[in-house]
């Protein structure tokens, strides 16, 4: 079961390369590596689900047994390196992506990211849960560009020199957000009922 998904993965990113994501179709990928048109189905719901593994597998072969997820910096540094390690496949992908596709995956891990990073620095303060989800979703937004910016720029930069001007960025900004929403200097995010 494992090498046929991982022969559609192998289809997948050899058509990539070829045309962008929207244009590949299931059929392209089953007469790519030989399978039925069911096959594919029985493992995968979608094109879409199938970009979801391959991402998600990518990112467990590279984090196995050389990096650690224990701080925020370490799991960005693990996202930038799956991207890098695997940029035959992940630049064409970012390339072809519109705003849906690349908030459907990229936000996916940098939300992740930048939850942990809001509920480090926002331990002790209290702060509602919508001003919360606000800075989670601006600071995984920034993650994102950043990370978008880096890929357009064929990766040149290492993936922990990135993370490391990041976490700078983020680590002097956040907590004057912070500070800023405490003291009342910035209003609360109050969700309203359109």
């Given at each position: 079961m494992q090498t046929t998904k991982n022969a559609m993965k192998a289809s997948l990113k050899k058509l990539i390369k070829k045309k962008p994501l929207a244009k590949v179709t299931?059929?392209?990928?089953?007469?790519?590596?030989?399978?039925?048109?069911m096959t594919f189905y029985y493992h995968f719901k979608d094109i879409y689900d199938l970009v979801d593994w391959c991402i998600m597998s990518d990112a467990k072969a590279t984090a196995e047994g050389n990096v650690l997820l224990d701080t925020w910096e370490n799991e960005l540094i693990t996202i930038f390196k799956v991207a890098r390690l695997n940029q035959e496949f992940y630049l064409p992908l970012f390339r072809s992506m519109d705003r849906e596709l690349g908030?459907?995956?990229?936000?996916?891990?940098?939300?992740?990211?930048?939850?942990?990073?809001?509920?480090?620095?926002?331990?002790?303060?209290?702060?509602?849960?919508?001003?919360?989800?606000q800075l989670i979703n601006y600071y995984s937004h920034a993650i994102m560009g950043v990370m978008l910016c880096w890929a357009m720029g064929d990766m040149k930069e290492s993936p922990e020199q990135t993370v490391k001007y990041l976490s700078v960025l983020l680590r002097r900004g956040i907590p004057g957000t912070i500070d800023a929403l405490s003291s009342g200097e910035l209003p609360p995010v109050i969700e309203t009922e359109e």
């Open positions: 299931i059929s392209d990928i089953a007469a790519d590596c030989g399978i039925s048109r908030e459907r995956y990229i936000l996916r891990y940098t939300g992740r990211v930048a939850k942990r990073i809001v509920e480090e620095y926002a331990a002790n303060i209290p702060l509602i849960d919508s001003t919360k989800n």
